[in-house]
Each structure stands twice: as C-alpha cells, then as structure tokens.
C-alpha cells in the first residue's frame, strides 16, 4: 500500500519540469490526492479513471466538472480512441496487481496510445527488508491481506520501470528519488488496512492473535518514528517519435 507522504515534493517536481500549461490530460488510476493536484493545475480537460465504484461520489465532489470515468485497463473499450497531452501513471504500477493481477507488465504498452506527448509516472520503491519495525509493519499488513484472500500491492524498482518504458516505446525525460522520513500517519495507516482485513480472515482465533499483534506493533512502531526509510520515484517520459 502506497504511503500517502511528499506528494507535494513529487508533484512539485513535475510541474517544475513541465510549466504552466497542462493541455488534455488523463490521470490514470485516480485518487484524491492527484486528482486534487491535476484540478488546482486548470487543465484544459481533465479525465480520471478509477476501478473502484465506491470512490465515484467523493471524486466527483473533489473535483466538480471534471469527467470521472469507471473502468478497467484489462477492457480494450475503456478510452477507446481518445489521446491526451498528458497522461499520469500515480503509484497505479503498484496498485493494479490488486485488481489486475499480472497486468503491470503489459499496462505501458496498454497505455501508450492515449499518451500524444508526456507521460509521467510515480512509484515507490519496494520496501527495504532490514528488519526494522517499518519492516515489519508492512510485513505483518502484507500477512493480514493475505489472510484475507485479498492481494497485495506490488512495487516495482525504478530501473525496472525505465526498461519497460522503453521496450513500450516512451523515451526518458528526466527521473528522480525521493527519500521518505515515516511517521506516525504512515504506521497508522498501513495497520488501519490489517485492521480492516480481520473480519475476512476464516479463523477467528487467527483474527484474534493478530488484532493483539497488530496494538502490539503499533504502540512499538509509533514509539519508534519518525525514521528515514524507502523512498519513491518519479519518472516523466515522452512518446517516441
């Protein structure tokens, strides 16, 4: 699960990098914190896509005017035809192994004839296995998704990234890192989603070992930050002529 931190220094450095005039633009696999930054920035259109039917009426309400589209990546008729300027990519690598399995591989390729120039991209790196309590507050999110007979997110490293933008046909513009100091929104908000999975898991004296792990690391893990650790990635590439 993505943090929800620097998103102001990530998107700061696209707008640097892009200037005042955004045209068309598509932001790919919305939530409220790009869709928010992407209607402050006036585009001339402004289209989002969600998966997700229960984020539908906040979006809207986010960002009013803007057209909300719900579908699916996996369906060749979503978008069929259209093209715009831009095209932003938030953590959605990351995310659609949850709703898609296997479809990240492809999702450049999927992606690209709606790019008529930029396409900007944000991820996070996997997370570090040190073995400290960050460690194991994913770890232990990660186990309780499981449980639950849901998927996980899956992270992918930049260099990764950069090869398959390539192999799909974008050209590299610019690419940059951005090292995390963690606090306590992050722990909070990593073992609220172990939380919400308790109820899914078939035994209940699993579910019940793990709600007292999980206070247990949380009152540990919140003791313990704010601590440096991971980071996230930015990349703005350009369709190949």
Request: proline content about 6%; hydrophobic content about 45%.
């Amino acid at each position: 699960m993505p943090p929800q931190r620097r998103e102001d220094a990530l998107f700061a450095w696209f707008e640097k990098l892009h200037g005042p005039t955004w045209g068309s633009v598509l932001d790919s696999g919305t939530g409220d914190h790009s869709l928010a930054w992407l209607h402050s920035l006036a585009p001339r259109e402004l289209t989002a896509v969600t998966v997700e039917n229960w984020r539908l009426p906040s979006l809207s309400t986010l960002a009013p005017g803007v057209r909300v589209v719900l579908g699916q990546w996996t369906d060749p008729a979503l978008l069929a035809g259209e093209k715009f300027d831009v095209v932003l990519a938030d953590y959605v690598l990351g995310a659609i192994d949850g709703h898609a399995p296997y479809f990240q591989y492809g999702f450049l390729e999927r992606i690209r004839p709606h790019v008529a120039d930029r396409l900007y991209l944000v991820g996070l790196e996997p997370p570090p296995r040190d073995g400290s309590v960050l460690d194991e507050v994913c770890r232990l999110r990660d186990a309780a998704i499981l449980l639950a007979g849901h998927r996980c997110y899956r992270e992918y490293p930049r260099e990764l990234v950069l090869s398959w933008l390539d192999r799909a046909g974008f050209d590299l513009i610019d690419s940059s890192s951005f090292a995390n100091r963690l606090g306590e929104r992050f722990v909070n908000g990593q073992l609220d989603v172990a939380v919400r999975k308790l109820p899914h898991f078939r035994d209940r004296a699993v579910a019940a070992a793990f709600e007292a792990h999980i206070a247990e690391l949380r009152t540990r893990a919140l003791d313990a930050v704010p601590m440096a650790w991971g980071s996230d990635w930015v990349i703005a590439a350009k369709v190949r002529a």
